[in-house]
């Protein structure tokens, strides 16, 4: 009689944590994925010179860079990624330095051409200096970069 009240317990408190576990994971997968990932286009124009459309559309975010001083091989490229893969690292130019996507839209740090750009919700950063996220403005970036690769410890 003890052992299989014990036995209906033991199934009861197993079966309420189980419940338990699976509406938490949920609830915190939603709060991971409800705002959605960085849409980043990478394009060129006829003759080569790069430039990106950054879009975010939970926070209602859009905002080109250009780069007028750059020129690559690729003309006319038009190209989207969307950062919800930590395993996607190949930018069509460019190099993906860094990406936080634990809970979306996250961090995403390139290098181009020598200039550190950063996505942030909050924030987005050009050679570490901020830039609002105003909808709709273009940002030139000219010179050369200084961006430096800090080694990992």
């Known amino acids: 009689m003890k052992s ?5 317990t033991l199934l009861a408190v197993f079966g309420s944590a189980l ?11 939603n709060c991971r994925t409800s705002k959605g990932p960085w849409q980043v286009l990478f394009s060129t124009d006829n003759t080569g010179t790069p430039s990106l459309l950054i879009t ?4 209602k975010i859009s ?9 690559i091989s690729q003309t006319n490229l038009s190209q989207e990624m969307v950062f919800n893969d930590p395993n996607q690292t190949n ?13 979306l839209p996250g961090t995403v740090t390139f290098n181009f051409f020598g200039h550190g750009i950063e996505l942030l919700p909050r924030v987005l950063s050009v ?11 273009l940002i030139s970036i000219t010179g050369k970069g200084n961006f430096k690769r800090h080694p990992r410890k």
């Open 63 to 71: 905002k080109q860079i250009q780069f007028p001083d750059q020129k």
């Open 56 to 59: 975010q559309s939970a926070l």
């Open 4 to 8: 299989e009240r014990f036995s209906k």
């Open 19 to 29: 419940a338990l576990y699976v509406l938490a994971f949920g609830l915190m997968q």
């Open 91 to 103: 930018a069509p130019f460019g190099e993906i330095v860094f990406q936080d996507l634990t809970f």
């Open 127 to 137: 050679d570490q200096q901020e830039h609002d996220w105003k909808n709709g403005e």
